[in-house]
């Protein structure tokens, strides 16, 4: 009889290799290259044995929304290198923290957050990489800054020399109906070409989820964030 760790291993295993046929079938769809697109899997509320057990199977990003949470996993998977992705909402108090454990902050929305992971970045000597969070749609309470204010903020980060913007990242909001959604996807695509148009830097755009990454390779997306798809309902 199949011991039930070895039963979830097989779970997760299946699920990665689903959700990675799904990609590679959208890319097919578009004419992309599987290759230019990066799946992170979404690990908050997920408990560290089961990423590991993604980590045996072939997911290498990670995303994590919640400092203290990402800290306690990062502990256990110490004997992992991950590549980890600050995906959540960062309070100005936790830069600091942040820079010192994240490879990647894809959710810098405001000057005044970068300003501090600046200065964290600047005390421990390191570089960071950034995705700017952009807000589509004008649901209230939901971060990333409008994409009006795009071009000015990202030219406003050019004075902090530990910090370069990679990317650019989103969370769209609900939408009645899948065309509004597919709009959502050309809108960031749009502001992601103009701008890597000048800054070839930026070449990670971040949009899709569980339920709806397929649309957002179609519409240009290089790295899609997928949690329940891969780890089940939270
Ligand atoms: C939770 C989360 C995801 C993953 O959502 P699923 O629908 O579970 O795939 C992606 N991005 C962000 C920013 C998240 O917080």
Known sequence: MESAAALQQSQVSAAVHAVRSRIAAA??????????VTLVGVTKTVPAERVRDALDHGISHLGESRLQE?????????????????????????ARRAVELFDVIASVDSLELAERLEAGAEEIGRELRIHVQVKLGDEPGKHGIAIESLPDLVTAMDALPSLTVVGLMAIPPRRPDAASSRADFRLLKRAFDDLRAVRP?????????????????????????????LFGAR
Not at 27 to 35: A, H, M
Not at 214 to 226: D, H, K, P, W
């Open 27 to 36: 890319c097919e769809r578009v004419g992309r290259n599987p290759r230019e």
């Open 70 to 94: 990402a800290i306690d996993k990062m502990r256990v998977l110490s004997d992992r290198a991950p590549t980890w992705h600050f995906i959540g909402h960062l309070q100005g108090n936790k």
């Open 201 to 229: 830097e930026i070449e990670h755009l971040s949009m899709g989820m569980s339920s709806d990454f397929e649309m957002a390779i179609e519409e240009g997306a290089t790295e899609v964030r997928v949690g329940t798809l």
